[in-house]
């Protein structure tokens, strides 16, 4: 079968809501961080899966802003888009909307940029096709992808050296 090579990215919004209930708060009566990163990972793995038709494992969560605390009884919303592709890797946007319901009111309260990397049968980093932006909102993110690219490139290379570090007491 001849694979795609460019997709839009709107191919690859991954939308979820759900209700923030007791059980997902912290001791602030606010969603806890670590199931909001959870919902993060989810929603951006399956957008990164919508390109590659591949499963995917994520590389790196390259940022996690939490912005505003988000209550019980509010809503968060999810919305994950690809934004930029190397060669087997590809950048996620995740953008997390809290909604008082009662009221209708919404705000922006978390921001998130993760890597994901598509495997093929092998197991090993496969070929994924590229995206290409439409709507404004697309546009800003795709033009501004290549910036934190290279920031993350830099990152990587800190990384080997910390794993290096830490690794010479197992040999
Ligand atoms: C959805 C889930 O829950 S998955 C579970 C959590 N994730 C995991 O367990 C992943 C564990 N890590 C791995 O398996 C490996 O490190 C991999 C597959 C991510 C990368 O394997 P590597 O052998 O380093 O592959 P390689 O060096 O060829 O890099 C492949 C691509 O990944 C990118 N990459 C690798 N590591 C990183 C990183 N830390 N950050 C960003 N990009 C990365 C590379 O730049 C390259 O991109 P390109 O092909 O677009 O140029």
Same mark, same amino acid.
């Given at each position: 079968?001849?694979?795609?090579?460019?997709?839009?990215?709107?191919? !690859?919004? $991954?939308?979820? %809501? +759900?209700?923030?209930?007791?059980?997902?708060?912290?001791?602030?009566?606010? /969603?806890? @961080?670590? #199931?909001?990163?959870?919902?993060?990972?989810?929603?951006?793995?399956?957008?990164?899966?919508?390109?590659?038709?591949?499963?995917?494992?994520?590389?790196?969560?390259?940022?996690?802003?939490?912005?505003?605390?988000?209550?019980?009884?509010?809503?968060?919303?999810?919305?994950?888009?690809? !934004?930029? $592709?190397?060669? %087997? +890797?590809?950048?996620?946007?995740?953008?997390?909307?809290?909604?008082?319901? /009662?009221? @209708?009111? #919404?705000?922006?309260?978390?921001?998130?940029?993760?890597?994901?990397?598509?495997?093929?049968?092998?197991?090993?980093?496969?070929?994924?096709?590229?995206?290409?932006?439409?709507?404004?909102?697309?546009?800003?993110?795709?033009?501004?992808?290549?910036?934190?690219?290279?920031?993350?490139?830099?990152?990587?290379?800190?990384?080997?050296?910390?794993?290096?570090?830490?690794?010479?007491?197992?040999?």
């Amino acid at each position: 079968m001849e694979q795609v090579k460019k997709k839009p990215m709107k191919e !690859t919004l $991954t939308i979820k %809501t +759900s209700h923030v209930f007791p059980p997902d708060a912290n001791h602030l009566g606010t /969603l806890f @961080g670590g #199931k909001l990163m959870a919902y993060i990972d989810d929603v951006a793995s399956i957008a990164a899966i919508k390109l590659a038709r591949n499963p995917v494992v994520t590389a790196s969560t390259d940022s996690v802003d939490f912005i505003k605390p988000i209550k019980i009884g509010d809503s968060v919303t999810l919305e994950a888009i690809v !934004t930029w $592709t190397g060669n %087997t +890797s590809m950048e996620v946007f995740v953008k997390v909307i809290a909604e008082q319901l /009662l009221t @209708g009111k #919404k705000a922006v309260a978390a921001l998130s940029f993760l890597t994901f990397v598509a495997l093929g049968e092998d197991g090993k980093p496969t070929v994924i096709p590229e995206v290409f932006p439409e709507t404004d909102e697309e546009k800003w993110l795709h033009q501004t992808a290549s910036r934190r690219a290279a920031h993350r490139k830099s990152r990587k290379q800190e990384s080997k050296d910390l794993v290096a570090f830490f690794s010479h007491n197992f040999n």
